[in-house]
Nanobody, 130 residues
Framework: QVQLVESGGGLVQPGGSLTLSCAASGFIGDYYGIGWFRQAPGKEREGVACIGSSDGRAYYVDSVKGRFTISRDKTKNTIYLQMNNLTPDDTATYYC???????????????????????WGKGTLVTVSS
């Protein structure tokens, strides 16, 4: 059984930084993408950043490019999201998510509809406010 457990959310001032962690357990798949979605109040859930299991290639939504960095520690089965230069628009609940693929192609899960993502964490709240 796959479990994704997030940590690291909290309150940060605009311009500040925060690092989220997601510890994964269980078998996700031979090829999979794992990363972060977020959902702000009254808005749809959107993919933020993800990383492929086989090649470690990272993908980002345009609004966070240059500010967020996703990374992984394979020895700990953990991924991280380093968030810099945060703005109030980044305020949201951040969810760790993973989806498996049948082929070893681009393992980008950001564009997947939430209902087809295989696994979700419970979420961690990030609030950017002065």
């Amino acid at each position: 059984q796959v479990q994704l457990v997030e940590s690291g959310g909290g309150l940060v001032q605009p311009g500040g930084s925060l690092t989220l962690s997601c510890a994964a357990s269980g078998f996700i798949g031979d090829y999979y993408g794992i990363g972060w979605f977020r959902q702000a109040p009254g808005k749809e859930r959107e993919g933020v950043a993800c990383i492929g299991s086989s090649d470690g290639r990272a993908y980002y939504v345009d609004s966070v490019k240059g500010r967020f960095t996703i990374s992984r520690d394979k020895t700990k089965n953990t991924i991280y999201l380093q968030m810099n230069n945060l703005t109030p628009d980044d305020t949201a609940t951040y969810y760790c998510a993973a989806a498996s693929f049948s082929l070893n192609g681009p393992l980008n899960i950001l564009g997947l509809p939430p209902e087809v993502v295989d696994y979700w964490g419970k979420g961690t709240l990030v609030t950017v406010s002065s």
